[in-house]
């Protein structure tokens, strides 16, 4: 058995949550080290180079949130663009402008001049709203009550979707994606070379602080004694001793580290936690057969798609990168969904396929491992109460935000719990204490 120093935080998992939460706790002076079972650091934040161009793990967009103003913060160099936002919708099999701005307000077929008139009160309206309001009812009741003309309905499920992936307007929280809707409205940034250079980022921040990496070695248990954390027990028999652990992995799987989890708030946040889903088609086309048709969402389809080379670098030869997504819900069915998406391409892309360099098709990619929905019982985190020193992070773990906004506020937040806890034990006549 390999047996390691003693650590202050070990974090499992080297995703985006992970080495946020490693980051912030070296900063602090933390002895710190990050355990991840990949070869590579990461997770669901990593680009593949394919024939010279830059694949994420589908499409992805950085939005005005917590996780722009974390690397931010930390003074990551991050390169991109924002991209334009006008596009289309497709609605009954065809393509047609939809309102993002004046002039597509009026040109628009979609909308009568009823509706027309509902979505310019709304563009005016929605950045100043408070979104907290709106925490506890679900989308749909948020729709019913505030939007009147159908077709401004179809348009905003559609917009509510694409900045959250989530197909459950019963059940989906309206609070928190009205944030996420603002947030788009300030503008998103597409990445140069995908969030991949995002993650090299956070990997070279976290090691100038001294941040320690063990990667290829999947963490088999956390073991805890007496309602206290005591060390990580990798599969290879490495045991990583440490006063805090942050597990940044799904609910299911720090369920499952965590002996007698059934006792604990972890069965609880297992419980509740509704995945979402997404099949994801990039492909990198040699010149786009229709240039002004670059951003559609599906109106009556549950698809959408983006080239995101119309703001960032993502090919070594000028190849477009179009990334495409089919939100799943709760019925996901691989072949069909493929089906669809290469449908929408012929649409958006008429014969996409003869200027196809190389593309990736992800048939069912976990986008969230549990949402802001109406069903939850508490917010996970930061802290497992019933064990002393134990935490978690990631997107899962969210107090409201959304995607990589909740994995970095969630790391965030188990940190300063962390370091708030010590303060507090230094302090005379301390009696230990729950922290809200
Ligand atoms: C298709 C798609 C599109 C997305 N689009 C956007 C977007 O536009 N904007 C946005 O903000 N977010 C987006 N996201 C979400 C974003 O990618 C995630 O929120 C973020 O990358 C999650 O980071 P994380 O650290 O919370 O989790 P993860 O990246 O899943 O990290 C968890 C890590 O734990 C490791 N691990 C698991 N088990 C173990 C073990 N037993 N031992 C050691 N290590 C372990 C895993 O290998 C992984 O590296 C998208 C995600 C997907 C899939």
């Not at 974090?11 to 355990?35: D, E, N």
């Not at 990445?191 to 995002?198: I, S, T």
């Not at 059934?262 to 010149?287: F, G």
């Not at 997504?325 to 493929?338: A, I, R, S, V, W």
Request: proline share 4%; charged share 20%.
């Amino acid at each position: 058995m390999i047996q390691m120093e003693k650590y202050d935080v070990a974090i499992v998992g080297g995703g985006v949550a992970g080495l946020t939460a490693a980051i912030y706790a070296a900063k602090a002076g933390k002895q710190t080290i990050v355990i991840e079972k990949q070869d590579r650091l990461g997770g669901r934040a990593i680009t593949n180079k394919k024939k010279g161009a830059y694949f994420n793990l589908g499409g992805h967009a950085l939005y005005h949130g917590d996780a722009l103003a974390t690397f931010r913060e930390l003074g990551l160099h991050m390169q991109g663009n924002q991209p334009s936002i006008d596009g289309y919708g497709i609605w009954k099999g065809e393509l047609s402008t939809v309102p993002t701005g004046v002039k597509s307000l009026f040109t628009t077929p979609l909308l009568s001049w009823k509706g027309k008139m509902e979505v310019a009160v709304w563009l005016g309206k929605l950045g100043k709203l408070d979104t907290h309001h709106y925490d506890q009812i679900s989308l749909r009741e948020w729709i019913e009550a505030n939007l009147h003309d159908p077709m401004v309905r179809n348009l905003f499920y559609a917009l509510f979707r694409t900045a959250s992936y989530v197909v459950a307007p019963d059940l989906q929280a309206a609070g928190p994606v009205l944030k996420q809707l603002q947030n788009s409205l300030q503008g998103v940034m597409y990445l140069d070379r995908g969030w991949g250079a995002l993650v090299d980022e956070l990997r070279k921040k976290a090691s100038e602080y001294g941040v320690h990496f063990l990667t290829n070695n999947k963490v088999k248990c956390i073991e805890h004694q007496k309602g206290i954390v005591q060390h990580v027990l990798c599969e290879d028999g490495t045991k990583v001793r440490a006063r805090n652990i942050i597990v940044t992995t799904s609910p299911a799987i720090a369920y499952q580290l965590v002996p007698h989890a059934e006792a604990t708030a972890l069965h609880t946040w297992k419980e509740q936690a509704i995945e979402v889903t997404a099949a994801c088609l990039d492909v990198a086309l040699r010149r786009l057969p229709k240039p002004k048709q670059q951003f559609v969402y599906g109106i009556d389809q549950t698809v959408f798609l983006s080239n995101q080379s119309r703001a960032a670098y993502l090919s070594e030869d000028g190849a477009q990168v179009i990334s495409m997504f089919k939100y799943q819900g709760m019925e996901t069915n691989p072949e069909k969904d493929l089906q669809e998406l290469e449908q929408t391409l012929d649409l958006v892309q008429p014969g996409w396929q003869s200027e196809l360099v190389v593309k990736q098709y992800l048939p069912k990619i976990t986008v969230c491992h549990d949402f802001m929905h109406i069903k939850r019982q508490e917010n996970p985190g930061p802290a497992v109460p019933e064990i002393n020193g134990l935490y978690v992070a990631g997107e899962w773990a969210s107090h409201g935000e959304l995607l990589a906004d909740a994995s970095t506020a969630s790391a965030k937040r188990a940190i300063e719990h962390i370091l708030l806890l010590e303060e507090m034990e230094r302090t005379p006549n301390y009696e230990h204490r729950d922290i809200v």
